[in-house]
């Protein structure tokens, strides 16, 4: 039981760290892409669609698509990492009870 804890706490631990990778290189491409086009937003925005849809995407039409991208990747992102971090806590936890 302990090994078989040890492991899923393992194996979490490298699927938080290649996810975080994987939403790294993507988020950065798209951000990126709007740097280049001198796109600027706070974090406000990112987390809050209404505003975001009222404030940001009116300023800059033309890159709509790549805006809701990194919006919609950054908030995934923090999803996944925070549903892992739980679950390592929790495996962790079990581990200190068995122990």
């Not at 740097?35 to 404030?55: C, D, I, L, T, Y």
């Not at 800059?60 to 995934?76: D, G, L, N, V």
């Amino acid at each position: 039981m302990y090994v078989l804890l040890i492991t899923i706490v393992i194996g979490l631990f490298v699927a938080m760290l290649f996810l975080n990778i994987y939403f790294r290189v993507k988020v950065l491409k798209v951000y990126r892409q709007l740097v280049q086009n001198r796109v600027e937003f706070g974090a406000a925005h990112v987390f809050n669609p209404k505003k975001m849809a009222e404030e940001i995407i009116p300023r800059y039409p033309h890159m709509q698509s790549q805006i809701e991208t990194f919006a919609s990747h950054m908030k995934y992102s923090i999803r996944m990492a925070t549903v892992l971090i739980a679950l390592i806590t929790l495996f962790g936890a079990i581990l200190m009870y068995y122990r």
